[in-house]
């Protein structure tokens, strides 16, 4: 009899969890309507980017040559790391600006946008990380947006439409 029960409690385990995973509100369609898998932009991520960077201006005015700004006037420098990075910046001020990051998982794309916005996706670990759109000339982050590797979701979507089925695959067969 206790053999049964935690069969069944086993059974059901195995299948609400990929039900729950299924009650998620993703921004688009559900993993299992993807062709591959996709960074998906819908965390919330604030608190803990806060955390881990740092501003800090420091003395002098030129920093080793790096990546130019489209004006010609800006550049930065990055550093990554794990678990400390920095971007370090040349706005044509007295100071240099030194963007520290800690508890870093790796700093992945740090490029210009125009001539003065540069974007940074540090990640935090192996799923998550934060959009960054810092202003140059204001000295300040304009704008943070989570980021979730839904790698993981896609492949489990996947597995688990053999079992419960999944919208976009019936449809595919029907």
């Known amino acids: 009899m206790v053999g049964q029960v935690l069969l069944f409690c ?15 509100d993703w921004p688009g369609a559900q ?6 898998e996709r960074i998906v932009h819908s965390a919330d991520f604030n608190e803990l980017w806060q955390a881990n960077t740092t501003f800090k201006k420091l ?26 990075g920095a971007v ?7 100071h240099l600006m030194r963007i520290e990051f800690s ?14 916005l540069l974007f940074m996706r540090p990640w935090w670990g192996r799923i998550a990380a934060t959009d ?7 000295e300040k982050v304009i704008h943070s947006e989570g980021v979730m590797d839904a790698y ?22 029907e």
């Not at 086993?10 to 998620?24: E, F, G, H, V």
């Not at 370090?88 to 007295?94: L, M, P, V």
């Not at 740090?110 to 003065?116: S, Y």
């Open 152 to 173: 993981l979701a896609f492949q489990q979507y996947r597995e688990s439409c053999s079992l419960l089925g999944c919208e976009c695959i019936k449809k595919k067969t």
């Open 103 to 116: 508890e870093l998982f790796g700093l992945a794309e740090v490029k210009w946008i125009n001539e003065k």
């Open 132 to 138: 960054l759109i810092y202003d140059v000339e204001a």
């Open 31 to 36: 993993p299992d309507c993807w062709q591959e």
């Open 10 to 24: 086993l059974l059901i385990s195995s299948t609400s969890m990929p039900a729950m995973a299924a009650q998620r």
């Open 59 to 84: 003395p002098g005015e030129k920093l080793k040559l790096g990546v130019y700004s489209s004006n010609k006037a800006y550049y930065f420098v990055a550093e990554d790391g794990r678990p400390k």
């Open 88 to 94: 370090t910046i040349f706005a044509e001020k007295d």
